[in-house]
């Protein structure tokens, strides 16, 4: 096996969500698109796949009809190196989409995104366990990731 591909359902938007997704991350490009042909007597001629990569994975973007919706169930995560970083994912993928808590978001196509600092993950996984407690409090209260918050009442006692 070569590697998993995650499979994203769209109704009729796979093209339209490969080329948003593709402008957000630097790393990315469309790779191919094919086409329902007229074993689909239907749709011959429509977008049938978009397939895309962001940072070197591979993800395919299906228009197959209206039958399923994405879900918070499975969602992606962006690890960042700052503040910067998550302001602008944050930005971008809530641009026509949804903030939600702790850093979750579901852009303008109902896919869930995680924008989160990798400090923060450090942080909740270190040794000092109150410390982990108050940054994981502070981080529940928000919905886009404030790193200066979460580290300042990680550093502050109770």
Not at 40 to 62: C, D, M, W, Y
């Amino acid at each position: 096996m070569d590697t998993i591909t995650p499979c994203l359902w769209f109704d009729t938007e796979s093209e339209e969500a490969a080329a948003f997704y593709t402008s957000i991350f630097e790393d990315s490009r469309i790779v191919e698109v094919s086409y329902y042909n007229d074993a689909a007597p239907s749709r011959a001629g429509e977008v049938l796949t978009v397939a895309f990569e962001i940072n070197g994975q591979r993800f395919t973007a299906l228009n197959g009809g209206p039958q399923f919706t994405p879900s918070e169930a499975i969602s992606f995560q962006i690890p960042c190196d700052s503040q910067d970083e998550v302001d602008r994912y944050w930005d971008r993928l809530t641009d026509g989409g949804e903030e939600g808590p702790c850093g979750w978001v579901k852009d303008r196509f109902g896919v869930s995104w995680q924008v989160f600092p990798k400090r923060m993950i450090e942080l909740f996984a270190g040794p000092d366990r109150e410390a982990a407690t108050r940054a994981m409090a502070a981080m529940m209260k928000m919905h886009k990731i404030d790193l200066a918050q979460i580290e300042e009442a990680a550093g502050a006692p109770a």
